[in-house]
């Protein structure tokens, strides 16, 4: 069973840092496209950050040059480091397991699995 | 602002048909994730590709394109399909972002 168990949300002052964590079971990180979504709180989804499968990674406009995606495949674990942390950060973080294939001859992106979510506030 | 656009609220009566809309030029070139988030909980993928369902989803569930428009059509909606649905794809850009839609609240009535 693919599963996604997160940890490492909590208050963090404007300028500090956070580093959330994103444990996997049930499949291999290191050979799937993993993403960081997030929700702030009464608003909607808004996508963070991807790497692929070769470590490649990209990143949303809003985070570039602040957030870090990462994984440990020791430990099948995806990370999220974030740094330079301002109020407008303040969201429920969710790890996701990020699919692109065809169908029919058509490519196509979704994601399948997702992680419990992380409350992140960044508040003096 | 979301490159995908989605009409916020939609309400349908309990047993009857809704269809949720999802305009954006990447409709055009890939086909759209589709995803229920029940208050307090994480999102859940209900439709992918054009109209595949995960396993588990109920076949009420259902989706169509047609140009730069996605469409999750839900047949018979019952009072637990209640609540908020986003759709998702890549840029437009021809970035390897992702992008989602603002979502819709689904009422049944």
């Known amino acids: 069973e693919v599963q996604l168990v997160q940890s490492g949300g909590g208050l963090v002052q404007p300028g500090g840092s956070l580093r959330l964590s994103c444990a996997a079971s049930?499949?291999?990180?290191?050979?799937?496209?993993m993403t960081w979504v997030r929700q702030a709180p009464g608003k909607g989804l808004d996508w963070v950050s991807v790497i692929y499968g070769g470590g490649t990674t990209y990143y949303a406009d809003s985070v570039k040059g602040r957030f870090t995606i990462s994984r440990d495949d020791s430990k099948n674990t995806l990370f999220l480091q974030m740094d330079s942390l301002r109020a407008e950060d303040t969201a429920v973080y969710y790890c996701?397991?990020?699919?692109?294939?065809?169908?029919?001859?058509?490519?196509?992106?979704?994601?399948?699995?997702w992680g419990q979510g992380a409350l992140v506030t960044v508040s003096s | 602002s979301s490159e995908l656009t989605q009409d916020p609220a939609v309400s349908v009566a309990l047993g009857q048909t809704v269809r949720i809309t999802c305009q954006g030029a990447?409709?055009?070139?890939?086909?759209p994730g589709w995803y229920q988030q029940k208050p307090g909980q994480a999102p859940v993928l209900v439709i992918f590709?054009?109209?595949h369902r995960p396993s588990g989803i109920p076949d009420r569930f259902s989706g169509s394109t047609s140009g730069s428009t996605a469409f999750l059509t839900i047949t018979g909606a019952q009072a637990e399909d209640e609540a908020d649905y986003y759709c998702?794809?890549?840029?437009?850009?021809?970035?390897?972002?992702?992008?989602f839609g603002g979502g819709t609240k689904v009422t049944v009535l």
């Open positions: 998702s794809s890549r840029d437009s850009s021809g970035n390897p972002l992702r992008v």
């Open positions: 996701a397991r990020d699919r692109e294939g065809y169908i029919s001859g058509w490519p196509t992106y979704y994601f399948d699995s």
């Open positions: 990447s409709l055009r070139s890939y086909y």
């Open positions: 590709g054009q109209s």
């Open positions: 049930g499949f291999t990180v290191s050979t799937n496209y």
